[in-house]
């Protein structure tokens, strides 16, 4: 009898901890057919707010759906295809996360070893591990925020610049460190750039190296690349357009960059049938150790509905499907890329403008379409 009321209370207190507004997780197997009227539907908001041109592609159990609404090309009047390629920002983290997996699992590093150990006298504090970078939870400050505090004026100074990692990290260190490594949440690309030094230290390699070999190669992803520092993206893609903060001022197309502020934190260029293949590759365990990938859906809290393990986030929608991925952000573009669990079920979905609040606000919606299978209210 004790054991019951103890096992009903624990249960009370579980489903009081859950978000506001979600449902309990659902169980396996039930999965509601993805709504493509409702997709679209959030599509065409996009674009009324403002984005060129928004797309979507589900990847659900090999059958492929599609929508795309507006251009890829101002210029040109041609229609956005959900074959065009495009930059998809920090979505490049999970790839980077998946790289260190990697070579953790080959013994190469430890997950709760200081950054230092391997990057002696980079960071001025040894309590920051690996973990911690993975997690945003170092501490580390975003230089990012500096750099773009004022958006167009921002862009235009780095569009042409390579930066070094160690100048990008130096620009986080004239920062106070934002919380105690391991205390809080605190998203950094510092974190990322990191991330993207272990990999070229513990390889002798450059990250595009060690991306082609372990992940763009060995899952045929031929629209992704890793061009840093050239400024082109190659072949057929949607040209992204920046959001001046001034109300009313002109688009910038910013296409054209170098992406050298980002690196290993968010300069991989990716199609959504690309971008479906690898989060689905990665959730059904074809990437990582399923140790690794344990590691990695291990999650921190972020708020409500959010959650954020090592390069992955989770996302919990009001149907209680959870599912797992990332959003990026880069000048011109956003993305939004998550699968379910088991991964059988992906969606990437694009909006060809950034710095847009409206229209970052209405591109969630697209999970509740492609996962729930209602309209979005
Ligand atoms: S921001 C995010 C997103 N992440 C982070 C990273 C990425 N992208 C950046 O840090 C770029 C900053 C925005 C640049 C610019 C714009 O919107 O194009 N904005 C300004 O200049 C504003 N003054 C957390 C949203 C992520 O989803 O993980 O990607």
Redesign the pocket.
């Known amino acids: 009898m004790r054991g019951a009321a103890v096992l009903a209370t624990a249960l009370l207190l579980c489903l009081l901890s859950l978000p506001a507004h979600a449902a309990p997780p659902a169980p396996a197997g039930t999965l509601p057919r993805p709504d493509l009227t409702g997709l679209r539907g959030v599509l065409r908001t996009a674009v009324a707010q403002g984005a060129p041109g928004a797309m979507a592609r589900i990847d659900d159990h090999g059958t492929v759906r599609r929508v795309a609404v507006g251009v890829a090309d101002r210029r040109t009047g041609r229609a956005l295809s959900d074959g065009d390629r495009f930059r998809i920002?920090?979505v490049t983290k999970t790839f980077s996360a998946v790289v260190l997996m990697q070579l953790a699992a080959e013994g190469r590093l430890r997950l709760d070893a200081p950054v230092n150990r391997y990057l002696p006298g980079l960071l001025p504090d040894r309590r920051i591990t690996v973990r911690h970078v993975l997690g945003h939870r170092s501490g580390l400050y975003d230089y990012?925020n500096d750099l773009?505090?004022r958006?167009v004026p921002?862009?235009e100074s780095v569009r042409r610049e390579v930066f070094t990692y160690r100048r990008l990290v130096g620009r986080s260190l004239r920062h106070p460190r934002t919380n105690r490594p391991g205390a809080a949440y605190s998203?950094s690309?510092t974190n990322f750039v990191v991330v993207g030094m272990l990999i070229e230290k513990l390889t002798g390699h450059t990250v595009r190296t060690e991306f082609q070999n372990r992940v763009f190669k060995p899952l045929g992803l031929r629209d992704t690349f890793y061009v840093h520092p050239g400024t082109r993206i190659p072949g057929r893609h949607a040209r992204g357009y920046?959001t001046p903060?001034r109300v009313g001022a002109p688009l910038v197309d910013a296409t054209d960059q170098t992406a050298s502020w980002a690196q290993s934190a968010?300069a991989i260029i990716s199609s959504a049938r690309d971008v479906d293949r690898f989060l689905s590759a990665l959730l059904s365990g074809r990437l990582t150790s399923p140790a690794s990938l344990r590691e990695m859906r291990h999650m921190v809290r972020v708020d409500d509905s959010q959650a954020y393990g090592l390069g992955l986030r989770r996302r919990e929608l009001s149907c209680g499907v959870r599912v797992y991925g990332?959003?990026?952000?880069?000048?011109g573009y956003y993305t939004y890329a998550f699968a379910t669990k088991d991964g059988r079920r992906s969606l990437t979905a694009l909006a060809t403008t950034?710095?847009n609040g409206r229209v970052l606000d209405t591109m969630p919606a697209t999970l509740e379409s492609a996962f729930c299978g209602k309209r979005p209210h």
């Open positions: 920002g920090s990012a773009f505090a958006t921002g862009f998203y690309n920046l903060d968010g990332h959003t990026g952000a880069v000048q950034s710095n």
